[in-house]
């Protein structure tokens, strides 16, 4: 089964910029499927998650993803506290 650090290896420096403002931020990884999807939890007591592509096909993803997981989830961007 894939881990979040095989999908990582092959990923663009933004995306792995992306999943280290995660990690700071405390989200966790769940789930990671055979396309590069990963199922990532916020650790706060709503119990955010997301599903995050670690090789998506547009380079406009990142940027969308950040937008949208300051939408619906308590993510910051730069990944503070
Ligand atoms: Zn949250």
């Known amino acids: 089964m894939l881990t979040l650090d095989d999908a990582l290896a092959g990923a ?3 995306i792995k910029a992306l999943f280290e403002d995660a990690d700071k931020q405390g989200w966790e990884a769940g789930r990671v499927t055979a396309d590069y999807q990963v199922r990532m939890h916020c650790p706060c007591p709503r119990q955010h998650n997301q599903w995050f592509d670690v090789r998506p096909e547009t380079h406009e993803y990142e940027a969308r993803h950040r937008s949208l997981l ?3 989830t308590c993510w910051r961007e730069g990944g503070g506290e």
């Open 70 to 72: 300051a939408q619906r």
């Open 12 to 14: 663009s420096s933004a």
